[in-house]
């Protein structure tokens, strides 16, 4: 039987979501849990890696069991075993052939900055940066809207697509000095989207102009380019299926 799960997480004390040897992991601790309950290893699927201090509101990963059981009593001890900064919200009988990743239509994702007063409470949470032309951002933006190469947009070394990915939508939402930049796309690769929120904000910062954007978009050689926005302000936000 396959069951689907979907869960929340703090990613600031871990090493990114993938198990990783002698390293705490998102993906570490859930097995962790399912190994004590059933007395045996069982092998989660999600739908993608989250990296080191990013967080999700809504990660879906699957694991599969030879046996029935009691979904309300799982959930209930699942989240009673892990730790306070993992939990899980729902478990979900499916079907065989439903698979985390590979089912997955698009994925939403966000990042958060303050640029506003500087909140130590928050710091975890999202990224302060002042001294920005959001209108820029918002403009310059546009150019990454639609299908693309953004093989100088990630750090992943290889891809089975050839860096191809078609994000639908970016969208600015502004409230209280905190700004939410919402990536809506059918899949995003390693450091992707901190990448281009890390360019977006040299633009707002007038650093650079929509023309180095250009310059290193859909480019036919490798040439990765050097802004990364920190890991604390993404959170995968939802899944689609």
Request: charge should be neutral; proline fraction near 2%.
């Amino acid at each position: 039987m396959r069951y689907k799960i979907i869960f929340s997480y703090d990613g600031s004390d871990y090493f990114g979501y993938a198990k990783q040897p002698n390293k705490k992991t998102i993906q570490g601790e859930i097995e962790g849990v399912l190994a004590t309950i059933f007395q045996k290893e069982v092998g989660i699927f999600a739908s993608g890696r989250t990296d080191k201090g990013v967080h999700a509101l809504n990660q879906v990963a699957h694991f599969d069991l030879d046996k029935e059981v009691d979904l309300e009593k799982l959930l209930t001890s699942i989240n009673k075993l892990l730790p306070d900064d993992i939990f899980v919200k729902k478990i979900e009988k499916v079907e065989e052939n439903f698979h985390s990743r590979f089912s997955a239509k698009s994925k939403i994702y966000e990042y958060v900055i303050n640029f506003g007063e500087y909140n130590p409470l928050k710091r975890n949470f999202e990224y302060n940066f002042k001294n920005i032309d959001i209108e820029k951002m918002k403009s310059a933006s546009k150019l990454f809207v639609g299908t693309h190469n953004f093989q100088n947009f990630t750090s992943k070394e290889e891809d089975e697509e050839n860096f191809i990915r078609r994000i639908e939508s970016i969208d600015f939402n502004i409230q209280d000095n905190v700004l939410k930049i919402e990536f809506l796309g059918n899949g995003f690769m390693k450091y992707q989207v901190r990448k281009i929120v890390g360019v977006l904000l040299e633009v707002g910062k007038q650093k650079i102009d929509e023309k180095y954007i250009l310059e290193f978009l859909n480019k036919s050689e490798r040439d990765i380019v050097t802004f990364t926005a920190p890991p604390q302000g993404l959170y995968l936000k939802k899944v689609i299926y």
